[in-house]
Structures are given as C-alpha cells and as structure tokens.
C-alpha cells in the first residue's frame, strides 16, 4: 500500500497545525503499519510569503520520502485587499473572483500538481483544503484522493471554487464531528465516505522541573495558555480578560502564555510569555498548571487540549469554537467561556474546587486514552485508507 | 479500542456544572463591572469568533451595536511628539462645532437604528416562543427488535434489491450498523446515519462509516443523484405527514436515476399493537398501509412499487425505483 500527502510545506521545521498533522500520519503510517509514503510539497517554510528556502529535490524523513518542488509564486501583494473584499460575502464571491485568490494566496508550484497527476500512489491525502496544491492537485492522481479539510467557521470555506475542491474527493478525513458538521453544512458532501478521526498524542517525558520555577514565578500558582500568542488565536482577548480578573480577584494568580510570539502582549507583573520553550520545559509548565485555557475559536482539533488531558489538566475553552468545546462535551474534561462573566465565573469555580479540577483532568486523560493514543488511531487510519483505495467516485 | 459507556453521564455532569456557572454569570450581570468595560471586553470576544459564532447570537450581535452607536466628537489628543498634544488640542477645538454637527446626526440615526433592531430582536423572541408552544414534534425513530436484525425476514430481500447496484447506500435509522455491515459482507457500499448519539462510537468501535445526524439534516448535504439506493427502517412510521413527505421530497431527489428505495415499516396492525416499540406512544404520525405507498410512490415519480407484508402482519416492505437511463445495449439510450 502506498500513501501519499500533498501539503504545502512538510518538515519538523513548520510549526502549523495542519503540516504537523500531516507529517506525524505519515511517519506513523511508515512505522507503525509499514505503508510505503512520500511527501509531495514545496520548498516553502513560511505560510505568509511561501518564499522557496529548502532545496527542490528528494530525500527521506524518518522514513517518509519527501519530494519538494520549487514554486512560481508565493503570496501576492494583491492578495489582501481581495481578501478583504471577499471576506465580508464570501458565498457571494464570483468563481473567477475565488480561483484569483486561490492563485495569489499561493503557493503556486505546477511541478508540484504534475507530481501530484502522475503520482502512483494507492491513495493520494490532501492536507489541507485552503491552499493552491489542494485546489489543483485533487482528484488529478490515478489513485484515490482523500481530504483533510482541517477547516474551521473562517471566510474562505464559504469561497465557491472550494465546491468543487472538496466535490472532487473521493472520501474526507475529519478531525472532529464539529469539523464534519460544519463542512456539511457548507458543502453537499454528506455522501462521501468519511471518517473523523482526529489526531494522535503522545506522553512528553517532562524534565521533572517546577513549572513556576522555568516561567520565573517563583512558586505562584497559574494558569497556561500554550500554542501561538496570536491576536487571531484570541491570546489578546485572554490576557485582557485576565486582566479584568486580576483587578476584581487580586492575589497570587499568574497567566502564562507559551509558544510563539505574534501579538503584542501589554506588560504585566501577572502575565508571562516566555516564548517558545523546549517540549520538556512545556510538559513541566503544562503539568503544574491549574488549568489549561485555549482562548481561540479557530481551530479545527486543537492538540493542546488533548495534550493538558495527557497530564490530568482540566481546560477551559472558547464556546464558540466547536472542535474544543467537542472535546470538553465528550470526555466531561473541560469547561467552557462565551463571555467576560463566564470565564470569570468558570476561572472562580475551578480555582475553589480542587475535587472539580481532578474529575476534569481524569476524564480528559481518559477520553485521550480511548480516543487519541497513536497505535489504535494509525490502525484506524490504515483500515479506512485501504478501503478508500481503488474505490473512486463515479 | 472501546466506546466510553459512561459519555452521557459524563454530558450530563458537565451540563449541570456549566447551569450553575451561567446561573452564576448571568447573577453577577446586574451589578459591579462598569457597561463600558462589559462592553469592550464582549467585543473583544467576538473579533475573532467564527462566522457561525457571530451570526448565532442575536444578543451578542446586539451588544456589538449597541457598543459602537454612539460617535465621540471629541477626539483624543495624547501624543508621543513634543507639543502635539497643544496643536491637537487646538485642531479640536476649531472643528468641535463642525463634528459635533455630523456626529449628533449620525448619533441620532444610529441609536434609531439599534432600537429598532432591539424592537425586532424582542418581536422574533415573542413570534419563537410562540411557534415553539405549537411546534409539530418530529417523529422518533421507532427501534424494533424483532425486526432490525439481520435474521429479520425482510433483510435477505432488501439486501438482494441492493447488490450490484453502482454507488453509495444510506441506512437510516442505523442503530449500531447492524445492515450497514450485513451490507457491507455482500459487497454494497453502505453507511449509516442516525439521530442517536451512539452512531459516532459505535463507528469508532466497528470501523463502520456511520455518523449521529438527524436524517433530514444529513440528506440536506448530500448532492443532487449521489445515492444509489436508500434504506429507511423505523423513520416513516410514526413520522408526521408533513415530515414523512419532506422526507420523501429530499430521498427522490438525493437518489440517483434507477436508484433503489427500500422502506421497512410496522404496519398499522403493529404499530397499534401491545408489544409495540415504546416509541409509537411519541409518534406524532402513523404507519401508512402498504397499498398507500403502492398508491402515493408512483406519483412521487417512481416505478416498479412492490410490498411485501411480513409473516405475522405486524411489519411489511416497500421497494421502489426512479426512473432511469436504460441499460446500455437496451437499443434506447434514453431515459425511462
């Protein structure tokens, strides 16, 4: 049986969701069920300016052979202001309107979608739908074309050229029932076969280090934050809720927000963004925090939940995000916040109820054991991609 | 791996935590932190909300409004250069007349408009509230056991109307898969969807593609002619009129030329009788006759109707074909 992913970027160096959700089922295909599987991507790292910095060639990544093909054109100046236009309608956008800004959201690389048309592969996934790569290369190999949508409620999902990129799926891979839920609705695919089968996790071996003591907090108790400190990923609006909170409830309480720096965070004697840190370091933050809050609304899994329940850590969530409000409704391991006096009340409750915070994390680590652990979630994988393989839609 | 047993007790712990936590909310929300303040930080939690997050709630949406109708005349005039503050506060003052003229109509308009919005906002609540004390309650799936198993008498018959036929076949209501893996043993390309919360796990457990939707709701995302063939047990029986022909509206349409209709039903006998599914006691409708879908098929636009009532009279079995293009070789070509 042979796999291949199409991405637009694919490496350890890539931080986004998606890419890394791509990588780990590819290497986990290779040793966990010895699929034979190739990445067909570009020489992009970055997914703003998708400037070539890798070198267009083959070579092998923990046992996945990695094909990266040059592109012709990254993200256009001109993008911006389309998109800003189409974003207010977007299901009102005209077809010719939609493929422009498939085209200057880029990366545009036609070596690629010809490796992709000539492709051998059994079955050819495409991770995600958003991007040039997927918009041409599906449907185009000999095999069949499976889609990891990893979509969320965002404008370009409403775009029409996105009818016939997911149209043209032989089946669709779902992170959650909410991801599945909110395609349909969106798009006439019911029909398809499909599986929502979300994302494996794995125990990080933590360096036995206070968390207070690696963020600098010198014993104070807190609450973490961990993933991209983005306006978009509602890091802003958590620090200034935070805020609020601390006015009306001083005392020791600290906020930690670790990852990534991409929004501008108010200093603050409560607040403590180190950055990124070593995986070690993040366990040990992640395993002495009260609680673990994930502030945004777009996402389409979330390992970051999943990753707090790995260590017994209740979370809090943003309610008008789906996927993670899925995750707390369905393992009883989290709570969730629509507004300032929800996520001050959620934030008084778990802080006065350490029995309510055990259950919690119990029932997080527990759904994380019968649902996300990697050997029986690649086994899945591996059935249905059989099942896909040779059945082309008419 | 195993489907957790104890997820509805888990749901419903955690329902009752967040009553208390929006009870707690919503009690809090009459005194102590400033509008203003209120205001700001809900807005901050809509910027990035999804569309659907948006669009949902009215209130929110409200509150948007309500925050951003009023435009200050007076700008601020803080300034990080050396004596900017001095030449701002002067440009204010020479223009305050001017702006306060434009801002006070535009004041005007907008608070008009977020009241008539507000006005609305309460006459939608009113009309919900109203429809929702009379609402039609939709039928529940009637869950025989005697009939959906795979030794019922009726499966070998359906099964056989479906093999061979090119395409995807939908079993609605699917419990835990039980025909959508008879089928899947006898080479038809089958999935399942049902209301039950339990279809998602049981195909986690089984490998099986079946997912917890309502049918009406899942047919609604499936293309025009995708389906070649439908399987509908324990969904029309106690299914009202109006929903039982919607139901068919969207089945006819989602089923591709030459597509199969398989219906189970309990018949009227069975429905009324004491051994009946608990479930016909909810049932805002009753089970047709067999002869009525014989009557009433045709008319939807299908042909080749045929029942079959079930050994004891308690159940029967309707299948029916659209129309098609003939068989390649038949000499037509065209459509029948």
Redesign the interface.
């Known amino acids: 049986m042979k796999v291949a992913f199409v991405t637009p970027r694919y490496g350890p160096e890539v931080m986004g969701g998606a890419e890394t959700a791509a990588r780990q089922l590819a290497e986990h295909l290779v040793a966990d069920v010895g699929f034979e599987v190739e990445a067909l991507t570009t020489c992009a790292l970055d997914h703003i300016t998708w400037d070539d910095v890798l070198e267009p060639g083959d070579s092998t990544l923990h046992g996945v052979t990695v094909r990266r093909f040059a592109s012709t054109s990254g993200r256009r100046p001109e993008f911006y202001a389309l998109d800003g236009r189409l974003r207010v309608a977007p299901a009102e956008a005209t077809m010719a309107q939609a493929r422009q800004w498939v085209e200057w959201n880029g990366p545009v690389s036609p070596d690629l979608i010809d490796a992709v048309a000539a492709s051998d592969a059994d079955v050819v996934a495409f991770y995600p739908y958003l991007y040039h790569p997927t918009v041409h290369g599906i449907g185009r190999p000999k095999g069949a074309s499976v889609l990891h949508p990893a979509a ?4 370009a999902l ?1 775009l029409p050229v996105f009818r016939a990129t997911y ?1 043209a799926a032989d089946a669709i891979c779902y992170h959650t ?1 909410a991801e ?3 395609v ?2 969106v ?5 398809h ?4 089968l979300g994302l494996g996790v794995d125990a990080v071996p933590g360096g036995n280090r206070p968390g207070a003591e690696i963020l600098g907090l010198a014993g104070r108790p807190y609450i973490v934050s961990v993933g991209r400190v983005d ?4 890091s ?2 958590l620090a ?2 935070f805020r ?1 909170y601390k006015r ?1 409830r001083p005392g020791p309480l600290a906020l930690a927000l670790v990852g990534p720096v991409a929004a501008r965070i108010p200093d603050d004697p409560d607040i403590v963004v180190p950055g990124v840190v070593d995986e070690a370091d993040k366990a040990d933050i992640v395993h002495d925090a009260l609680v673990s809050v994930s502030p ?3 996402e389409s899994f979330s390992l970051v939940v999943l990753e707090a329940w790995v260590q017994s850590v209740p979370v809090v969530v ?1 309610a ?3 996927p993670t409000r899925e995750h ?5 391991g989290g ?2 916040f ?5 996520f ?3 934030l ?2 778990l802080l006065a109820d350490e029995a ?1 915070r055990r ?1 919690l994390g119990e ?1 997080g680590q ?2 994380v054991e ?2 996300y652990r990697w050997p ?1 979630l690649i086994r ?1 994988y591996a ?2 991609l059989t099942g896909v393989a040779g ?1 082309r839609r ?1 | ?4 047993d104890s ?1 509805p ?3 419903a ?2 329902a009752q ?2 009553a ?3 009870d ?3 009690r ?2 009459s005194h102590d ?1 400033p509008a203003g ?2 205001r700001d ?2 807005e ?2 809509l ?7 948006r669009g ?1 709630s009215v209130t ?1 949406a409200l509150r948007v409004v309500d925050s951003n109708a009023m435009v200050d005349p007076v700008v601020p005039v803080a300034s990080q250069h050396a004596g900017g503050v001095a030449v701002k506060k002067g440009l204010r003052s020479l223009s305050l007349w001017y702006m306060s003229w434009i801002t006070d109509q535009v004041n005007r308009f907008s608070s008009g408009v977020s009241r008539a919005l507000h006005l609305l906002a309460d006459q939608v609540d009113d009309l919900g509230r109203r429809v929702d004390a009379q609402r039609i309650v939709a039928g529940p799936v009637v869950r025989d056991p005697r009939a959906h198993r795979s030794d019922a008498w009726w499966v070998d018959e359906a099964v056989g109307e479906l093999t061979a036929i ?3 076949v ?1 079993h609605a209501a699917c419990g835990n898969g039980w025909l959508v893996q008879r089928l899947g043993a006898g080479g038809i ?1 089958a ?1 399942g969807v049902d209301p039950n919360s339990s279809a ?1 796990g049981a ?2 457990e089984s ?1 099986t ?1 079946l ?3 309502p049918l009406a709701d ?2 609604g ?3 025009a002619d ?2 070649a063939g439908v399987v509908l047990t324990g969904v029309v029986d106690g299914a009202s009129l109006g929903e039982r022909a919607r139901l068919l509206e969207l089945v006819t349409d ?1 089923l591709a030329p030459g597509g199969t209709l398989v219906v189970h039903s309990l018949s009227p006998d069975g429905f009324d009788a004491p051994d009946a599914p608990v479930e016909v006691d909810l049932a805002p409708g009753r089970p047709m006759r067999p002869g009525a879908w014989e009557a009433f098929l045709p008319l939807a636009g299908y042909h080749a109707v045929q029942t079959r009532v079930g050994p004891d009279g308690r159940d029967y079995l309707v299948v029916a074909r659209r129309p098609g293009i003939r068989e390649v070789g038949d000499g037509s070509g065209r459509a029948e």
């Open positions: 969320h409620d965002e404008p409403y149209g029932v599945r839920r909110l349909q609705r798009h006439p695919v019911a029909a076969r499909q599986i929502v306006e978009h990923k509602g802003v609006m200034e809720y609020t009306r945004s609304a777009l943003n008008t995000c789906p707390c409704e369905r393992s009883g709570l969730w629509g507004d300032y006096r929800q001050e009340a959620v008084d409750r309510l259950r029932n527990r759904y019968e649902h029986a899945r059935e249905f059945s008419p | 791996m195993t489907h957790t997820e007790d888990q749901r712990f955690l935590v967040m208390e936590i929006t707690e909310a919503k809090r929300r932190l303040t209120e930080l809900d901050l939690f910027r990035y909300s999804p569309l659907s997050g949902g929110a090119p395409g995807r939908l390309d999935y998602d195909a986690e490998g593609d997912r917890q939707e899942h047919l995302a499936v293309g995708e389906l989602r």
